[in-house]
């Protein structure tokens, strides 16, 4: 089993930037890839970034293309998510994701943290 939890989320401005972690233990090292989720108010979960946790081949949502980072620790089982530019749209509950195989859905998930936007 894989325990993960998040942090990082609260109010920012329009424009600003925000940090969300995502502390994984357990078996980490049966892991195959780390992800980012998040659900708006009213709409259905999307899948904002992903990571593999040994090659660190990195995905973006085009949502968040270009002014967002994904990134990992492997020595602290860590996966973060940098969001710049941040937009009222990105209001939503942040999901940390994980999964053991290349493809398929995600078995482990965090608790989430609401990140919310303001105009």
């Known amino acids: 089993q894989v325990q993960l939890v998040e942090s990082g989320g609260g109010l920012v401005q329009a424009g600003g930037s925000l940090r969300l972690s995502c502390a994984a233990s357990?078996?980490?090292?049966?892991?195959?890839?780390m992800a980012w989720f998040r659900r708006a108010p009213g709409k259905e979960r999307e899948v904002v970034a992903t990571?593999?946790?040994?090659?660190?081949?990195?995905y973006y949502a085009d949502s968040v293309k270009g002014r967002s980072t994904i990134s990992k620790d492997s020595a602290k089982n860590t996966v973060s998510l940098q969001i710049n530019s941040l937009k009222p749209e990105d209001t939503a509950v942040y999901y940390c994701?994980?999964?053991?195989?290349?493809?398929?859905?995600?078995?482990?998930w965090g608790q989430g943290t609401q990140v919310t936007v303001s105009s």
């Open positions: 994701a994980g999964r053991v195989v290349p493809s398929g859905t995600y078995p482990y």
């Open positions: 357990g078996r980490t090292a049966s892991m195959y890839g």
């Open positions: 990571i593999t946790w040994r090659g660190g081949s990195t």
